[in-house]
């Protein structure tokens, strides 16, 4: 804090050390702390097995990524003769890594559900080696989001700048990379790993959802995609869409209904442009059908529909701009 009228020779008084009696007030904040910690259980994880760590779960997706897209991210100038090398030393590793957070995740759950667990290393362990031995197949789902990428996107230069630049990339793989261990049962993980994905890009792909081949978000920003939703293969989706629920069914004592489908499908071919919502498990939208910006859809329709609101009348303070014989009318 400045003082008025100090001078170049001023220089501050106040002691150095910490006032004790402020020191002495601390193990009353501690207590206090600890009983709110006690009363607000819903927020306190003390006491119970542990779970698995963030950190290390968006650790390991970055080097799931790296065996996927070898060569681009991590350690780079591999060469081809000492590729085998390079993917074997990181395996291992990237195994014990990725079984231990399956374990804590698989062991959290036996907590939450009241169950005996008895193999939950065993499980993590299985699960992470059938995750591993899937990575060519995912190889392959990728690299056909990328060409997906490429040709729907005239702004896009090459394979190189979309793996390296595009958020709807980075948002797909996590998915695809998430989308597998769901499928597996695996708890907790998947979901850290598309909300970490979710933060990072802006767009919302729960592991749940089903998506087919050659997948295109198109800049990407403000998507959510729900957990039931299903998408064929060569489905087009711009930014600010959302396919998601209608609405909540209840049991008789308020909670949620889980487990329904609850999202809509989005069958073969389809283009969604910026800003579309479409809501509901029942709503299905027919193979090759467009979808104009900013539509709300509720209801399904037939293949090759294109569903488009009316054009909007525009007001202008002071007339309408004049128009050249350049604007075509």
Not at 231 to 257: E, M, R
Request: glycine letters at 12%.
């Amino acid at each position: 804090m400045s003082r008025k009228g100090a001078g170049p020779g001023w220089a501050c008084r106040c002691p150095g050390e910490f006032d004790s009696r402020r020191v002495r007030a601390l193990p009353g904040v501690v207590r206090r702390i600890v009983e709110g910690a006690r009363k607000n259980e819903i927020l306190t994880h003390v006491g119970a097995v542990a779970i698995p760590s963030a950190d290390s779960v968006r650790d390991i997706l970055a080097r799931i990524r790296d065996l996927l897209y070898l060569g681009y991210f991590g350690r780079q100038g591999v060469s081809k003769s000492t590729l085998e090398y390079h993917v074997g030393e990181h395996i291992e590793p990237l195994f014990k890594d990725l079984s231990h957070q399956i374990t804590m995740s698989i062991r959290h759950e036996c907590k939450r559900l009241r169950t005996t667990c008895v193999d939950c290393v065993a499980k993590g362990q299985d699960e992470a080696v059938r995750f591993l031995r899937q990575i060519p197949a995912l190889q392959g789902k990728l690299a056909e989001d990328v060409r997906a990428a490429y040709d729907g996107d005239p702004a896009a230069k090459s394979y190189d700048e979309i793996i390296f630049s595009y958020p709807a990339t980075q948002a797909i793989t996590t998915y695809r990379i998430a989308h597998e261990l769901h499928t597996r049962g695996v708890p907790l993980v998947p979901r850290i790993m598309t909300e970490y994905a979710h933060s990072v890009t802006g767009i919302d792909i729960h592991p749940g959802a089903t998506i087919g081949r050659r997948f295109f978000i198109d800049h990407g920003t403000g998507v959510v995609i729900g957990e039931t939703t299903r998408i064929g293969d060569n489905v087009k989706v711009y930014q600010g869409v959302t396919l998601g629920a209608l609405s909540f069914p209840q049991q008789k004592d308020g909670s949620v209904v889980r487990g329904k489908k609850r999202h809509p499908t989005i069958q073969d071919d389809v283009t969604i442009y910026a800003g579309a919502t479409i809501l509901g498990g029942d709503t299905v939208i027919g193979k090759g059908s467009v979808v104009g910006g900013n539509v709300w859809l509720t209801h399904s329709i037939p293949p090759g529909t294109k569903a488009a609101i009316a054009e909007p009348t525009l007001k202008f303070a002071g007339g309408p701009p004049k128009r050249s014989k350049r604007d075509g009318l």
